[in-house]
């Protein structure tokens, strides 16, 4: 019988390695596993990249980790919000890393790591400063830039309900970057607020099917 | 120029609201545009999208039924209308690149004759960046509509011949609706579409950069 459903936290960040790379769901604090992420600041690896959304909003969370200094670089689209003094201070000090990508190239250079893309070329951030470096090209008379994928080492992600096979169901606008994390790491975690019995999920709604999901957990 | 010769945010509002046809689906950006959904007829079905995960935003909820997983793309709690759909961040990403979304409306620092867009960074080198979705709205949009004030506070222009800010996007901005004018960007430079009461073409163009009324 084959079963993903680990009992805790702990156990589901377990073996996260020193200089991983772990994606982040989430957007704002909507879909953020916050369980997940507490337990990889106790869990203890260090010299992380973090790819999400956002750097973390107050003092909780993704801020909390960030706040443990164990996180070398950051990958996001919007670090700057009104509550992300954490992330401010250690960017000022000059204490992480930051590269920021708009944010449809990321979900996209996200996305084309799951699904095999060696890479693609984009129109978003032509002319711009966000597009230094970049190989260009022209396609049917518009300009492109080339960009890579972001494959994970982990994927922390929430969703409302999940089964023993890693079966995923979200809720609302928590969905975000869930599913699309989920193909791109090497080992998604799934927080759930609820497992379900095997065959409960409808399959004609299943979001993420089990095959991208290592870890589920109820938290 | 008095104060009474300008149009309020809300009348800017409520003129951007007027020139979305129905069934359009579109983008309103954080800040000012947000603006525009207060003036949407209730008699005209329109689809708005919010690069988070959602067709189909509605109003912001009554206090005390705010849902946190229920959020807008400036993380503030919002609501869904009937028939409303939600998904993930590539497929909604793919709705903007991919040329569905019919207009966005975006705020702006400046916009050039040519319809370049500056938004997203004031060029600050102590600034710490965060673009978000700008970059992919600027390029991905059918129309890129801005919602602006025509000058600064210090009175400088922000309708300029080259932008001094760093750029959004290239040639995106397809009209522009400020406190003073409604503009369209041609090949020819901008088109004068709507003047507040009481101002001159001249008047304009002494705020405006020159091509504006060319």
């Known amino acids: ?23 982040i769901g989430g957007f704002g604090l909507a879909g953020l596993p916050s369980a997940l992420v507490g337990a990889v600041i106790d869990q203890g690896a260090r010299d992380l990249t973090i790819v999400s959304n956002n750097a973390g909003n107050g003092d909780t969370g993704l801020a909390a980790l960030l706040k443990t200094k164990r996180v070398r670089k950051i990958i996001c689209s919007y670090p700057r919000q009104t509550d992300s003094y954490v992330f401010d201070a250690l960017y000022r000090a000059g204490e992480i890393e930051l590269e920021v990508v708009p944010q449809g190239n990321l979900v996209e250079r996200i996305r084309a790591a799951g699904a095999g893309i060696g890479a693609f070329y984009t129109p978003t951030a032509v002319g711009t400063m966000l597009a230094t470096g970049r190989e260009s090209r022209t396609f049917g008379g518009r300009e492109f830039i080339l960009e890579y994928p972001i ?39 799934a927080q759930v607020e609820e497992i379900v ?11 993420t099917p089990g095959i991208f999901v290592s870890r589920v957990v109820a938290a | 120029m008095t104060a009474s010769s300008r149009w309020t945010h809300e009348q800017i509002a409520a003129r951007i609201a007027r020139d979305i046809p129905e069934g359009s689906y579109v983008n309103l950006g954080i800040g000012l545009p947000t603006l525009v959904a207060n003036y949407l007829p209730a008699d005209k079905e329109i689809f708005l999208h919010s690069e988070n995960g959602m067709l189909g935003m509605g109003p912001a909820p009554q206090p005390g039924a705010e849902d946190p997983d229920l959020t807008d793309a400036g993380k503030q ?6 028939g409303g759909a939600f998904f993930h961040h590539a497929d909604s990403f793919a709705m903007i690149r991919g040329r569905h979304i019919d207009i966005c409306v975006l705020g702006a620092f400046q916009v050039s004759v040519a319809g370049d867009l500056a938004n997203w960074h004031t060029g600050d080198p102590a600034a710490i960046p965060a673009v978000g979705g700008a970059m992919d709205l600027a390029v991905g949009a059918k129309q890129v509509f801005v919602m602006m004030e025509h000058v600064t506070r210090r009175g400088e222009r922000r309708i300029v011949e080259t932008c001094t800010y760093p750029l959004t ?13 409604v503009l369209d960007v041609t090949p020819t430079g901008l088109a004068v579409r709507a003047l507040v009461d009481g101002l001159s073409l001249e008047e304009l163009a002494r705020c405006t950069a020159l091509e504006a009324y060319s």
């Open chain 1, 1 to 23: 019988m084959v079963s993903k459903v680990v009992e805790s936290a702990a156990a589901a960040v377990a073996g996260i390695k020193d200089g991983a790379t772990i994606m």
């Open chain 1, 151 to 189: 494959q994970a080492d982990v994927a922390l992600i929430k969703a409302y309900k999940g089964d023993r096979w890693g079966n995923l169901v979200y809720r609302k606008t928590a969905r975000n970057f869930g599913p699309v994390m989920a193909t791109a790491a090497r080992c998604a975690v």
């Open chain 1, 197 to 207: 019995e095997l065959g409960t999920l409808d399959p004609e709604s299943i979001v």
């Open chain 2, 77 to 82: 709690p919002v609501t869904l209308v009937r």
């Open chain 2, 169 to 181: 996007g290239r040639r995106c901005v397809s009209r522009i609706y400020t406190d003073l004018a």
